[in-house]
């Protein structure tokens, strides 16, 4: 049973449109939620993250949404680059632990120019 | 900059032998981590430390062991390894409270 899910596979974006990806959850204890980008070859780099006192945090093009009633996230790159084409993994974790993440199993992102 | 250093990008074994893979980080993190990544299935993790000596179990122990001897190195053992063990294995360091940061990952392919 996987408690966090990204549905899309895959996701096609034109360079400079906005890229919006997806994640839901199931476990209401999660309060704490991360978005890693991956490329090929390489481990995962933490990107932004978003606690759930808070509905949206805001670092440069990346916006990370939490909506805590509909149990789901989103990120939001504005506008998208080349460069952002990987795979982005959305990962969470319940209290106060940096131990126990739960991973989604990935979108892969491609810019197309 | 943070490094975590694999010993291995790729790695070929045979069903039964014993496995090490090897993991140092260079930033005097208390806490460090193996995962396995599979298609389709996203980041399990297999084992965490928090501290020297400490260890934790994570989603998926079985089949698999661990060593903190010292704070910079983490080694994750398989016993006896078997085909279902093949996998990209990531480990990754975090000091407390903060994002994990991973190492290139290493391809283990048991025969």
């Known amino acids: 049973d996987q408690q966090v899910k990204q549905n899309s596979p895959s996701l096609s974006v034109q360079e400079g449109r906005i890229s919006i990806l997806n994640c839901d959850y199931t476990?209401?204890?999660?309060?704490?939620f991360l978005w890693y980008k991956k490329y090929p070859a390489e481990g995962p780099t933490f990107l932004i993250s978003?606690?759930?006192i808070k509905d949206k945090n805001e670092d440069g093009r990346f916006t990370v949404f939490l909506n805590k009633s509909a149990k789901h996230l989103s990120l939001h790159i504005v506008p998208s680059q080349p460069g952002d084409s990987a795979v982005y993994f959305c990962?969470?974790?319940?209290?106060?632990?940096?131990?126990?993440?739960?991973w989604g199993a990935g979108t892969k992102l491609i810019i197309k120019p | 900059d943070v490094k975590v250093t694999q010993s291995s990008r790729y790695l070929v074994k045979r069903t039964g032998e014993k496995v090490f893979l090897e993991c140092v980080q260079d930033m005097d993190h208390e806490n460090m981590f193996w995962y396995r990544q599979d298609p389709g299935l996203g980041l399990r993790l297999i084992y965490f430390s928090y501290d020297v000596k400490m260890k934790e179990k994570g989603d998926i122990p079985e089949g698999y062991s661990v060593s903190r001897e010292k704070k910079e190195r983490f080694s994750l053992i398989l016993e006896s390894a078997s085909t279902n063990q093949t996998s990209m294995y990531l480990c990754?360091?975090?000091?407390?409270?903060?994002?994990?940061?991973f190492g290139d990952g290493t391809r283990l392919s048991i025969l």
């Open positions: 990754a360091s975090s000091p407390n409270s903060e994002p994990q940061h």
């Open positions: 476990n209401s204890m999660f309060d704490y």
């Open positions: 978003i606690s759930s």
């Open positions: 990962a969470a974790s319940a209290g106060d632990s940096n131990y126990q993440l739960i």
